[in-house]
């Protein structure tokens, strides 16, 4: 029937793709199929990126995946060459929020340190 619309199975929303292309003062009119051709593709690509990233990862024997191993993919894969640029301010942000990996050394260095009396009173145990 003309006047119902097709559902198309995406993880991105067409309508707001289309959104996003209509603030460009160039985009004219855009057909129906086009957001929805751009929301795949976005899929593809994101599920490319994430794989070869996620491989780099496993290869370092590491469960958390991070800005270092993204890096590592887009400097390694020649087709993600063009978000160099984004890698470097990301690391530039990525050095001043590294809580959880600076903590790590302070707990391992204190638990070290440590020692423990016997019951006894005898003598101590380093941990």
Same mark, same amino acid.
């Given at each position: ?29 855009? =057909?129906?199929?086009?957001?929805? /051709?751009? @929301?795949?593709?976005?899929?593809? %690509? $994101? #599920?490319? *990126? ?17 800005? =270092?191993?993204?890096?590592?993919? /887009?400097? @390694?894969?020649?087709?993600?060459? %063009? $978000? #160099?640029? *984004? ?41």
């Amino acid at each position: 029937m003309p006047g119902q619309k097709k559902q198309y199975s995406v993880r991105f929303p067409p309508g707001r793709i289309k959104k996003i292309m209509q603030k460009d003062t160039e985009v004219g009119r855009i =057909a129906m199929a086009v957001p929805v /051709i751009i @929301s795949r593709a976005l899929e593809m %690509f $994101l #599920k490319s *990126l994430l794989t070869k990233t996620c491989l780099i990862t496993q290869a370092k024997f590491s469960n958390i995946l991070s800005v =270092a191993h993204m890096k590592q993919c /887009i400097e @390694s894969e020649k087709i993600f060459h %063009f $978000l #160099k640029d *984004l890698t470097e301010e990301a690391t530039s942000t990525a050095t001043q929020d590294n809580r959880g990996m600076s903590m790590w050394p302070i707990y391992r260095t204190k638990n070290n340190n440590i020692s423990a009396q016997t019951p006894s009173g005898a003598g101590e145990i380093a941990l």
